[in-house]
């Protein structure tokens, strides 16, 4: 499952030598710009992209005030694009959307508010590079384990056929600008039919 190169770091506060250092391995192993994100969070909350040395020690400090665990990954600009995943012992992909922000930034504003996201269900990707966006969400929701639903999010290259693959969303939004109902919608399940699919797969693992 290929995902952006990546550095692991553990925020230690009052040490700013470890920033330089930080700073350092990611000009030699990453490369800029890279995103700043806490390890366990969601709704883009505490995410930055960092495009220059001197702006690193902030996204830190950001990220930080979420979890000591920090994750820095190579910034991929891409089609950002996601797929909901239903399911137990046989889970199922549902319709891949493309995510078309208002603002460079898929943040937290402009996943929550309406109007500020364009939903592209099916995603504008060939179908080959579909096919396996599909089987790396299978993939990955397999791998962790998952059960019921989850949301994997991708970045698509023109000139690659494999997506690169993010994060794997182990409690989606469920609210009226949320991805998995409008996903789940285009595959013909109204909201309320996909609750209660949901509670059915949580009673009958």
């Known amino acids: 499952?290929?995902?952006p190169p990546y550095l692991a770091w553990?925020?230690?506060?009052?040490?700013?030598?470890?920033?330089?250092?930080?700073?350092?391995?990611?000009?030699?192993?990453?490369?800029?710009?890279?995103?700043?994100?806490?390890?366990?969070?969601?709704?883009t909350v505490g995410v930055s992209i960092v495009r220059e040395p001197?702006?690193?020690?902030?996204?830190?400090?950001?990220?930080?005030?979420?979890d000591r665990d920090l994750l820095l990954e190579r910034y991929i600009p891409g089609k950002e694009i996601t797929v909901a995943v239903l399911g137990n012992d046989d889970p199922q992909p549902l319709p891949i959307i493309e995510i078309v922000p208002k603002k460079a930034f898929y943040d937290f504003e402009a996943k929550y508010t309406p109007g500020m996201s364009e939903h592209v269900i099916p995603a504008r990707i060939p179908p080959s590079q579909a096919r396996r966006a599909e089987d790396l969400a299978l993939r990955a929701y397999r791998a962790l384990g998952c059960r019921g639903?989850?949301?994997?999010?991708?970045?698509?290259?023109?000139?690659?056929?494999?997506?690169?693959?993010?994060?794997?969303?182990?409690?989606?939004?469920?609210?009226?600008?949320?991805?998995?109902?409008?996903?789940?919608?285009?595959?013909?399940l109204e909201f309320p039919a996909l609750v209660e699919k949901l509670l059915d797969l949580a009673l009958h693992p």
Not at 19 to 25: F, G, M
Not at 28 to 34: A, E, I, Q, Y
Request: no cysteine; glycine share 6%.
């Open 54 to 66: 001197g702006s690193l020690a902030a996204a830190l400090e950001e990220a930080a005030r979420y």
């Open 149 to 188: 639903f989850a949301r994997v999010d991708m970045i698509a290259l023109p000139d690659e056929e494999e997506p690169y693959v993010l994060e794997v969303n182990t409690l989606p939004g469920m609210t009226a600008t949320s991805l998995v109902p409008d996903a789940a919608r285009a595959a013909g």
């Open 1 to 3: 499952i290929k995902t």
């Open 10 to 43: 553990r925020w230690v506060p009052h040490r700013a030598d470890q920033v330089e250092d930080l700073a350092a391995r990611i000009s030699s192993v990453l490369g800029w710009p890279v995103v700043v994100k806490p390890s366990r969070e969601g709704s």
